[in-house]
C-alpha cells in the first residue's frame, strides 16, 4: 500500500531542495568572472615566480563553489624561485628596502 500523501510530501520535498540548489549555485557570468580572476591571479604568480606551479583546489575547483565562496589557491614554488639573492639579516630573513618595497608594489598593482 503506498501512502500517496507521504509521496506527495517527498515530491515537494525534493523540488523545494532542488529550486533552492539551482538558486544559490552561480550563474554562468559569475563563474567566468572567478575563473577571470584565478587566470589573472596565475599570470601574476608566474611573473613574480617564473616556474612556480598554480593549483586551484576546494569547492572553486570542483564547481560546488556558492556566488559568496573563496578561490582556494596554492602555489608550489621550484628550487630556483626559492632561491634569493637578496641581503639577509641576522635573522635570516631577506631585507628589501622600503623603496624596493614600494616599488614592487606598484609593479604588482600594474601586473593585475
Do not use: Y
Request: aromatic letters at 4%.
Amino acid at each position: 500500500h503506498v501512502n500517496h500523501e507521504r509521496s506527495n510530501l517527498l515530491v515537494a520535498l525534493h523540488n523545494e531542495i532542488v529550486g533552492f540548489c539551482k538558486l544559490m549555485e552561480p550563474h554562468p557570468e559569475e563563474m567566468k568572472e572567478r575563473d577571470d580572476l584565478v587566470q589573472r591571479f596565475t599570470v601574476l604568480a608566474k611573473k613574480v615566480f617564473k616556474d612556480c606551479q598554480v593549483d586551484v583546489f576546494g569547492s572553486q575547483a570542483t564547481g560546488l563553489c556558492l556566488p559568496s565562496s573563496d578561490i582556494d589557491i596554492a602555489i608550489q614554488l621550484s628550487e630556483k624561485d626559492t632561491e634569493t639573492s637578496a641581503p639577509e639579516g641576522e635573522d635570516g630573513k631577506v631585507i628589501i628596502s622600503k623603496e624596493q618595497e614600494l616599488k614592487d608594489m606598484e609593479n604588482w598593482d600594474a601586473a593585475s
